[in-house]
Protein backbone atom coordinates (compact mmCIF):
# COMPACT_ATOMS: atom_id res chain seq x y z
CA UNK A 1 0.00 0.00 0.00
CA UNK A 2 2.87 2.55 -0.89
CA UNK A 3 1.81 5.82 -2.08
CA UNK A 4 3.55 9.04 -2.89
CA UNK A 5 2.62 12.77 -2.73
CA UNK A 6 3.40 15.34 -5.21
CA UNK A 7 2.90 19.07 -4.24
CA UNK A 8 3.34 17.66 -1.03
CA UNK A 9 4.31 20.51 1.42
CA UNK A 10 4.26 19.39 4.87
CA UNK A 11 2.01 16.52 3.86
CA UNK A 12 -1.27 16.51 5.46
CA UNK A 13 -2.91 14.46 2.72
CA UNK A 14 -0.77 11.82 2.79
CA UNK A 15 -0.17 11.90 6.80
CA UNK A 16 -4.07 11.14 6.81
CA UNK A 17 -3.29 8.17 4.35
CA UNK A 18 -0.78 6.79 6.61
CA UNK A 19 -3.31 6.78 9.63
CA UNK A 20 -5.88 5.17 7.48
CA UNK A 21 -2.99 2.03 6.89
CA UNK A 22 -1.08 3.29 3.57
CA UNK A 23 2.61 4.08 3.39
CA UNK A 24 3.92 6.77 2.09
CA UNK A 25 7.01 6.45 0.67
CA UNK A 26 8.33 9.45 -1.37
CA UNK A 27 7.29 13.52 -1.15
CA UNK A 28 7.88 15.53 -3.84
CA UNK A 29 7.90 19.60 -3.60
CA UNK A 30 9.77 22.41 -4.58
CA UNK A 31 10.26 23.91 -0.96
CA UNK A 32 13.22 22.81 0.95
CA UNK A 33 11.77 23.92 4.08
CA UNK A 34 8.21 22.31 4.15
CA UNK A 35 10.70 18.77 2.36
CA UNK A 36 12.04 19.09 6.36
CA UNK A 37 8.69 19.38 7.68
CA UNK A 38 7.54 16.00 5.46
CA UNK A 39 10.94 14.02 5.71
CA UNK A 40 10.71 14.86 9.95
CA UNK A 41 6.92 13.34 10.17
CA UNK A 42 6.71 10.72 7.85
CA UNK A 43 9.32 8.96 8.68
CA UNK A 44 9.44 5.84 6.19
CA UNK A 45 9.52 8.66 3.20
CA UNK A 46 11.81 9.65 1.23
CA UNK A 47 11.83 13.56 -0.13
CA UNK A 48 12.69 14.89 -3.66
CA UNK A 49 12.71 18.95 -4.14
CA UNK A 50 12.41 20.23 -7.31
CA UNK A 51 10.31 21.67 -10.39
CA UNK A 52 7.88 19.12 -12.01
CA UNK A 53 8.78 20.78 -14.77
CA UNK A 54 12.04 19.23 -14.82
CA UNK A 55 12.24 16.08 -17.07
CA UNK A 56 15.04 14.62 -14.60
CA UNK A 57 13.03 15.09 -11.69
CA UNK A 58 9.92 13.51 -13.55
CA UNK A 59 12.44 10.30 -14.18
CA UNK A 60 13.65 10.14 -10.75
CA UNK A 61 10.21 10.06 -9.60
CA UNK A 62 8.78 7.21 -12.13
CA UNK A 63 11.55 5.30 -11.36
CA UNK A 64 11.19 5.22 -7.34
CA UNK A 65 7.71 4.85 -7.64
CA UNK A 66 8.03 1.53 -10.24
CA UNK A 67 11.14 0.01 -7.91
CA UNK A 68 8.37 0.68 -4.98
CA UNK A 69 5.28 -0.48 -6.53
CA UNK A 70 3.82 2.53 -5.60
CA UNK A 71 -0.05 1.85 -6.07
CA UNK A 72 -1.45 5.35 -5.43
CA UNK A 73 -0.58 8.78 -5.93
CA UNK A 74 -1.58 12.25 -3.51
CA UNK A 75 -1.32 15.25 -4.08
CA UNK A 76 -3.05 19.06 -6.03
CA UNK A 77 -0.88 21.09 -8.44
CA UNK A 78 -0.38 24.63 -6.59
CA UNK A 79 -3.96 26.62 -6.16
CA UNK A 80 -2.75 30.46 -6.31
CA UNK A 81 -3.52 30.17 -10.11
CA UNK A 82 -7.43 29.44 -9.45
CA UNK A 83 -7.83 31.11 -5.82
CA UNK A 84 -10.52 33.65 -5.64
CA UNK A 85 -7.47 35.61 -3.05
CA UNK A 86 -5.08 35.46 -6.03
CA UNK A 87 -5.18 37.34 -9.44
CA UNK A 88 -7.04 34.55 -11.24
CA UNK A 89 -4.84 34.83 -14.30
CA UNK A 90 -6.49 31.55 -15.30
CA UNK A 91 -4.90 30.78 -18.77
CA UNK A 92 -2.11 33.23 -18.95
CA UNK A 93 -1.08 31.53 -15.31
CA UNK A 94 1.33 28.98 -16.04
CA UNK A 95 0.87 27.50 -12.58
CA UNK A 96 -2.72 26.23 -13.68
CA UNK A 97 -0.74 23.99 -16.52
CA UNK A 98 0.93 21.88 -13.65
CA UNK A 99 -1.45 19.18 -13.63
CA UNK A 100 0.13 18.52 -16.98
CA UNK A 101 3.11 17.13 -15.46
CA UNK A 102 1.13 15.60 -12.85
CA UNK A 103 -0.34 13.18 -15.51
CA UNK A 104 2.57 12.89 -17.43
CA UNK A 105 3.82 10.97 -14.27
CA UNK A 106 0.43 9.16 -13.95
CA UNK A 107 0.57 8.20 -16.85
CA UNK A 108 4.30 6.25 -16.40
CA UNK A 109 3.32 5.01 -13.31
CA UNK A 110 -0.09 3.92 -13.77
CA UNK A 111 -1.14 3.84 -9.85
CA UNK A 112 -4.45 1.74 -8.84
CA UNK A 113 -5.79 5.18 -7.40
CA UNK A 114 -5.18 8.89 -7.76
CA UNK A 115 -6.38 11.82 -5.23
CA UNK A 116 -5.87 15.27 -6.46
CA UNK A 117 -6.75 18.39 -4.32
CA UNK A 118 -7.39 22.02 -4.82
CA UNK A 119 -9.46 24.94 -4.31
CA UNK A 120 -13.23 24.86 -4.80
CA UNK A 121 -12.76 27.42 -7.53
CA UNK A 122 -11.32 25.19 -9.88
CA UNK A 123 -15.51 24.23 -10.53
CA UNK A 124 -16.06 27.40 -11.11
CA UNK A 125 -17.20 28.35 -15.03
CA UNK A 126 -14.28 30.31 -15.88
CA UNK A 127 -11.86 27.63 -14.46
CA UNK A 128 -13.76 24.72 -16.75
CA UNK A 129 -10.70 24.24 -19.23
CA UNK A 130 -8.48 23.32 -16.34
CA UNK A 131 -11.36 21.15 -14.57
CA UNK A 132 -12.16 19.44 -17.68
CA UNK A 133 -8.71 18.84 -19.49
CA UNK A 134 -8.11 16.87 -15.65
CA UNK A 135 -10.83 15.11 -15.59
CA UNK A 136 -10.48 14.36 -19.19
CA UNK A 137 -6.45 13.44 -18.82
CA UNK A 138 -7.31 10.79 -16.62
CA UNK A 139 -10.40 8.93 -18.46
CA UNK A 140 -7.41 8.63 -21.31
CA UNK A 141 -5.58 7.03 -19.27
CA UNK A 142 -8.01 4.48 -18.07
CA UNK A 143 -9.11 5.50 -15.19
CA UNK A 144 -13.05 6.03 -13.75
CA UNK A 145 -13.14 9.74 -12.31
CA UNK A 146 -15.28 11.68 -10.12
CA UNK A 147 -15.08 15.02 -8.18
CA UNK A 148 -16.68 16.64 -5.28
CA UNK A 149 -16.52 19.95 -3.26
CA UNK A 150 -16.04 18.65 0.48
CA UNK A 151 -16.00 21.14 3.49
CA UNK A 152 -13.69 19.61 6.19
CA UNK A 153 -16.12 20.69 9.12
CA UNK A 154 -18.23 17.82 8.29
CA UNK A 155 -15.34 15.07 8.76
CA UNK A 156 -14.25 16.05 12.36
CA UNK A 157 -11.91 18.96 11.36
CA UNK A 158 -12.99 22.77 13.37
CA UNK A 159 -12.80 24.13 10.34
CA UNK A 160 -15.00 25.43 7.59
CA UNK A 161 -12.71 24.11 4.49
CA UNK A 162 -14.05 23.66 1.12
CA UNK A 163 -11.67 22.06 -1.36
CA UNK A 164 -12.71 19.85 -4.41
CA UNK A 165 -11.18 16.18 -4.65
CA UNK A 166 -11.12 14.41 -7.96
CA UNK A 167 -10.54 10.82 -7.31
CA UNK A 168 -9.64 8.46 -10.09
CA UNK A 169 -9.77 4.67 -10.01
CA UNK A 170 -8.72 1.52 -11.90
CA UNK A 171 -12.01 -0.31 -11.02
CA UNK A 172 -15.18 0.72 -10.08
CA UNK A 173 -16.41 4.42 -9.61
CA UNK A 174 -15.14 6.19 -6.22
CA UNK A 175 -18.42 6.78 -4.56
CA UNK A 176 -18.25 9.99 -2.41
CA UNK A 177 -21.08 8.67 -0.20
CA UNK A 178 -18.71 5.79 1.76
CA UNK A 179 -16.65 9.16 3.18
CA UNK A 180 -17.67 9.04 6.97
CA UNK A 181 -18.73 12.25 8.13
CA UNK A 182 -17.79 12.99 12.00
CA UNK A 183 -19.33 15.36 14.43
CA UNK A 184 -18.66 18.73 14.00
CA UNK A 185 -16.05 19.77 16.11
CA UNK A 186 -15.55 23.58 17.56
CA UNK A 187 -13.00 26.75 17.97
CA UNK A 188 -13.33 26.57 22.02
CA UNK A 189 -13.01 22.33 21.62
CA UNK A 190 -9.86 22.80 19.40
CA UNK A 191 -7.65 25.20 21.08
CA UNK A 192 -8.97 26.52 24.64
CA UNK A 193 -6.11 24.48 26.38
CA UNK A 194 -3.78 26.71 24.65
CA UNK A 195 -5.72 29.87 25.93
CA UNK A 196 -2.25 32.08 26.97
CA UNK A 197 0.29 33.43 25.55
CA UNK A 198 0.42 37.60 24.69
CA UNK A 199 1.64 39.14 21.84
CA UNK A 200 5.45 37.90 21.34
CA UNK A 201 5.18 34.96 23.93
CA UNK A 202 6.02 31.22 23.22
CA UNK A 203 8.87 29.40 22.51
CA UNK A 204 9.41 26.46 19.54
CA UNK A 205 9.29 23.91 21.92
CA UNK A 206 7.56 24.37 25.65
CA UNK A 207 5.26 22.80 28.05
CA UNK A 208 1.55 21.87 28.19
CA UNK A 209 0.49 25.10 30.72
CA UNK A 210 -3.35 23.76 30.73
CA UNK A 211 -5.20 20.60 31.23
CA UNK A 212 -7.23 19.18 27.84
CA UNK A 213 -10.80 20.04 28.37
CA UNK A 214 -12.41 17.84 25.13
CA UNK A 215 -11.93 15.02 23.73
CA UNK A 216 -10.62 16.47 20.45
CA UNK A 217 -7.92 17.94 22.75
CA UNK A 218 -6.85 14.78 24.01
CA UNK A 219 -6.13 13.28 20.95
CA UNK A 220 -4.38 16.03 19.67
CA UNK A 221 -1.84 15.99 22.63
CA UNK A 222 -1.48 11.85 22.04
CA UNK A 223 2.42 10.83 21.79
CA UNK A 224 3.07 14.39 22.52
CA UNK A 225 5.12 14.94 26.06
CA UNK A 226 6.05 18.74 25.26
CA UNK A 227 4.29 21.36 23.05
CA UNK A 228 5.70 22.81 19.78
CA UNK A 229 5.15 25.54 17.38
CA UNK A 230 3.23 27.77 20.08
CA UNK A 231 4.41 31.56 19.04
CA UNK A 232 2.57 34.13 19.18
CA UNK A 233 2.91 36.65 17.03
CA UNK A 234 5.09 39.88 18.12
CA UNK A 235 1.79 42.65 16.74
CA UNK A 236 3.40 46.14 16.49
CA UNK A 237 1.58 48.84 19.58
CA UNK A 238 -0.72 50.21 16.71
CA UNK A 239 -2.09 46.52 16.31
CA UNK A 240 -2.53 46.01 20.20
CA UNK A 241 -4.34 48.99 20.59
CA UNK A 242 -6.91 47.72 17.48
CA UNK A 243 -7.25 44.23 19.16
CA UNK A 244 -7.97 45.39 22.17
CA UNK A 245 -11.10 47.43 21.40
CA UNK A 246 -12.20 44.55 19.44
CA UNK A 247 -14.80 42.24 21.62
CA UNK A 248 -15.50 38.57 21.75
CA UNK A 249 -16.78 37.64 18.35
CA UNK A 250 -16.06 41.11 17.00
CA UNK A 251 -14.43 42.35 14.21
CA UNK A 252 -13.00 45.75 12.13
CA UNK A 253 -16.95 46.76 12.48
CA UNK A 254 -16.14 46.75 16.48
CA UNK A 255 -13.45 49.56 15.86
CA UNK A 256 -13.68 53.68 15.34
CA UNK A 257 -14.09 53.95 10.95
CA UNK A 258 -10.77 55.84 11.07
CA UNK A 259 -8.87 52.74 11.98
CA UNK A 260 -10.62 50.56 9.84
CA UNK A 261 -7.83 50.89 7.26
CA UNK A 262 -7.33 49.62 3.81
CA UNK A 263 -8.50 46.19 3.97
CA UNK A 264 -11.74 45.11 1.82
CA UNK A 265 -13.27 42.23 3.59
CA UNK A 266 -15.66 42.90 6.55
CA UNK A 267 -14.08 40.17 7.98
CA UNK A 268 -10.83 41.67 8.72
CA UNK A 269 -9.61 41.98 12.25
CA UNK A 270 -12.16 39.32 12.81
CA UNK A 271 -11.97 37.16 16.50
CA UNK A 272 -13.23 33.14 15.93
CA UNK A 273 -15.65 32.31 17.74
CA UNK A 274 -15.08 29.75 20.61
CA UNK A 275 -18.57 28.33 19.92
CA UNK A 276 -18.04 27.87 16.36
CA UNK A 277 -15.90 26.18 13.74
CA UNK A 278 -12.63 28.42 12.45
CA UNK A 279 -13.53 29.97 9.10
CA UNK A 280 -10.64 28.56 6.36
CA UNK A 281 -7.50 28.97 7.60
CA UNK A 282 -4.69 30.21 5.11
CA UNK A 283 -1.13 31.01 4.66
CA UNK A 284 -1.00 34.60 6.31
CA UNK A 285 -3.35 33.66 10.14
CA UNK A 286 -0.40 35.12 11.79
CA UNK A 287 -1.56 38.59 11.13
CA UNK A 288 -5.29 39.83 12.18
CA UNK A 289 -5.99 42.63 8.75
CA UNK A 290 -5.56 39.68 6.79
CA UNK A 291 -9.09 37.91 7.96
CA UNK A 292 -11.11 36.36 11.17
CA UNK A 293 -8.08 34.58 12.53
CA UNK A 294 -7.60 36.70 15.95
CA UNK A 295 -8.02 34.83 19.18
CA UNK A 296 -11.24 34.30 20.61
CA UNK A 297 -9.95 36.43 23.76
CA UNK A 298 -6.53 37.03 24.01
CA UNK A 299 -5.25 40.01 22.02
CA UNK A 300 -2.80 38.59 19.12
CA UNK A 301 -3.47 36.12 16.24
CA UNK A 302 -3.73 32.93 16.37
CA UNK A 303 -0.25 30.62 16.63
CA UNK A 304 1.24 28.12 13.91
CA UNK A 305 -0.02 25.15 16.80
CA UNK A 306 -3.02 26.57 17.24
CA UNK A 307 -3.35 26.76 13.74
CA UNK A 308 -2.33 22.90 13.18
CA UNK A 309 -5.28 22.09 15.88
CA UNK A 310 -7.54 23.74 13.72
CA UNK A 311 -6.43 21.52 10.45
CA UNK A 312 -6.65 18.33 12.74
CA UNK A 313 -2.50 17.98 12.81
CA UNK A 314 -1.83 16.33 15.69
CA UNK A 315 0.28 17.95 18.69
CA UNK A 316 3.58 15.65 17.63
CA UNK A 317 3.57 16.51 13.96
CA UNK A 318 6.31 19.89 14.09
CA UNK A 319 6.56 22.16 11.64
CA UNK A 320 9.89 23.51 10.40
CA UNK A 321 11.64 26.38 8.48
CA UNK A 322 11.18 29.98 9.20
CA UNK A 323 8.08 31.61 10.68
CA UNK A 324 6.49 32.22 6.63
CA UNK A 325 7.56 28.92 5.54
CA UNK A 326 5.52 27.07 9.01
CA UNK A 327 2.44 29.83 8.06
CA UNK A 328 2.60 28.47 4.44
CA UNK A 329 2.62 24.81 5.12
CA UNK A 330 -0.14 24.75 7.72
CA UNK A 331 -2.45 26.99 5.18
CA UNK A 332 -1.68 25.03 2.41
CA UNK A 333 -2.56 21.51 3.81
CA UNK A 334 -5.13 19.31 3.41
CA UNK A 335 -6.31 18.70 7.05
CA UNK A 336 -5.20 15.21 8.49
CA UNK A 337 -8.77 14.26 9.25
CA UNK A 338 -10.51 14.97 6.27
CA UNK A 339 -7.57 12.74 4.56
CA UNK A 340 -8.33 10.04 6.99
CA UNK A 341 -11.74 9.51 6.15
CA UNK A 342 -11.02 10.20 2.16
CA UNK A 343 -8.13 6.94 2.91
CA UNK A 344 -10.99 4.78 4.28
CA UNK A 345 -13.40 5.31 2.10
CA UNK A 346 -10.92 4.58 -1.10
CA UNK A 347 -9.81 1.10 0.87
CA UNK A 348 -13.56 0.20 1.45
CA UNK A 349 -13.87 1.37 -2.68
CA UNK A 350 -11.06 -1.28 -3.85
CA UNK A 351 -12.50 -3.87 -1.45
CA UNK A 352 -8.94 -4.12 -0.39
CA UNK A 353 -7.10 -5.02 -3.12
CA UNK A 354 -3.60 -3.31 -3.23
Known amino acids: MNILDLFCGAGGLSYGFEKAGFNSVLGVDMNPAALETYRKNHHNSMTLCGDLTSDELKEKIVQFAKDKNVVGILGGPPCQGFSLKGKKLGLEDSRNYLFQEYLAIVEEINPQFIVMENVKALTNRTNKFFLDSILDGLKKLGYQVTYQVLNAKDYGVPQSRERVFVIATKDSLFDFSTIEKQRQVNVED ?54 ALIPPEGD ?103
Not at 306 to 312: D, F, G, N, V
Request: with cysteine; proline share 6%.
Open 252 to 354: KKSLPKELWGNQKFDTTWGRLKWKKVSPTIDTRFDTPSNGCNSHPVLNRAITPREAARLQSFPDNFIFYGKKTDICKQIGNAVPPRLAYQIALAVKKNSNNEF
Open 190 to 243: AISDLNYLASGQGNFEQDYNLSPISSYQEDMRKNSLKLFNHQATNHSDLALNKL
